[in-house]
């Protein structure tokens, strides 16, 4: 459905994208995912045909972006980082514009712009000015504008970037609920709205991929097998501290004050294969503490980062294999 | 055809916005006042005044002021992204702009055949060919302006350089065939000559049509289209 074969695209020496190669299969979910910066909005521009690459191709539907533009830009529905909108024209008058130039045909269009309109909420908006929108509203006005005229392929381009709370928690039920009969790549910053909407992940590091796998094995390999725990314990010291680090297992231990009086907040890290929970609780009850809370810890985006970079290119394509 | 959807959306954008609006209303005045003029204080009973005064200020001015957002404000916005992602060609656009605009500036002429009553209900007896050559020589010189802003609009990402850079090639292609006195080759005279504006604007006015002149005006505003879509090209291809 979507393909790039070694895109890249070069502004200065060191920025742009540089031979990035994958696929994406009909009626995935393909995050984007890379810190500011890295290159996302530089590889989603060169697949929606915006930018043309410096060298490389990028295929939608099949359809070269740059030499058969028009018949690709057909089958995508593409949200920009900034919602493009018309701050001067109302949402039904907007989704009219964008369902003509998207070709839908008249006697269509009024009924495929009442189902954007209510795929993306925008009953209680819909004769406003969309200057006057708020930027969740825009956001999904925009969003209604790229779905108009039913596309198989959406891209979408931090589309949370922004938003409030619940506005995030909205954008992703309504991405969910489009992937079901659509083909979705979605670039964004932030590994738990990867994980939140998408199946499969590529990540994107200073303009090169740096992995390309399902979203589980990538939050286990950045965190190798290993358990990682965080506990809050009243009443501990030196004396719990010796006897938990030296418990069968743990690798690593650290120790922060807590906002509660009283409390201790440790961190630690078993070895690779080892889970070492239930010594460590009964640890902390024996020596006469109250353990109040215990989590298990994942790997956060900074981790997946440091450890895919960290690698050298032999033992990442190592680990992807 | 994308330009129609595109010139559509562009007269709603005018007519909805502000700018467009004091335009046409000052251009209204303005060309009531050159009327006055010419009717009452030169009792002349054409329109030739009339247009030889508003080509002159209000195209100079007007047009600028009309297109210097046209297709910077599709940068601002962020939009021009969304137009070159939609199944839409660059030359749709740069089009639809140009058509949407001269389309405004038509709307704008509007107070001209009302003079033309106001001659005739008041005793005058205008020669209709010179009022309606003179009208055409107008639009014709309304659209070279008009492609001439829209190139300048997409050069441009500040609507106020754009304002500028139109305004500056209307100022040069209006003067450059003022060469009386200048000591220069004659065949850079005649270059001059058929570069400016006026020497093929005039002819028109006083009602003869020659296809050079005609020529000469579609051809230019054609250049300029063709250039402000290559430039639109370029400028995202960056």
Known sequence: MIEARNLTKTYGPNRGVRDITFRIESGDVVGLLGPNGAGKSTTIKMLTGYLPPTSGVALVGGFDTLTRSIDARRRIGYLPENAPIYPELRVEEYLRYRAALKEVPSSARKSKINLAIARCRLEPVRKRISGHLSKGYKQRLALAGALVADPPILILDEPTVGLDPNQVFE??????????????????????????????????NEGSLVADEPIGRLLRNASGERQRVRVLVRGGGP???????????????????????GCIRYKMEMREGVDARDAIVRTIINSGAALLELESTRASLEEVFGNLTRLDPASRAAGAA | ??????????????????????????????????????AVFSRSANLSGVYVNTAYWLVSVMMPALTMGSIASEFRNGTIEMLATDPVRDVEIVLGKFFGVVAF???????????????????GNPDIGPVLSGFGAMILEGALAAAIGIFASALSGQQIVAFLVSALILFTLRTLGATEGMEIPEWLRRCFAYVSMPSHFYPLLRGRIATNDIIYFLSTTVLFLFLATRVLESRRWK
């Open chain 2, 105 to 123: 500036f038509v709307f704008c002429l509007l107070p001209l055949p009302v003079f033309y009553v106001l001659l005739r209900v008041s005793g």
């Open chain 1, 239 to 261: 004396a719990l501290e010796k006897a938990v680090a030296a418990l069968d297992g743990i690798e690593a231990f650290t120790a922060e004050a807590s906002p509660e009086p």
């Open chain 2, 1 to 38: 055809m994308k330009t129609i959807i595109i010139l559509r959306r562009e007269l709603i954008g005018y007519f909805l916005s502000p700018i467009a609006w004091v335009v046409a209303v000052v251009s209204a005045l303005f060309m009531a006042r050159f009327f006055e003029n010419s």
């Open chain 1, 171 to 204: 954008m992703r039920a309504l991405i969910r609920e489009l992937s079901e009969n659509r083909t979705i790549f979605l670039s964004t910053h932030i590994l738990p709205e990867v994980e939140a909407v998408c199946s499969r992940v590529l990540v994107i």
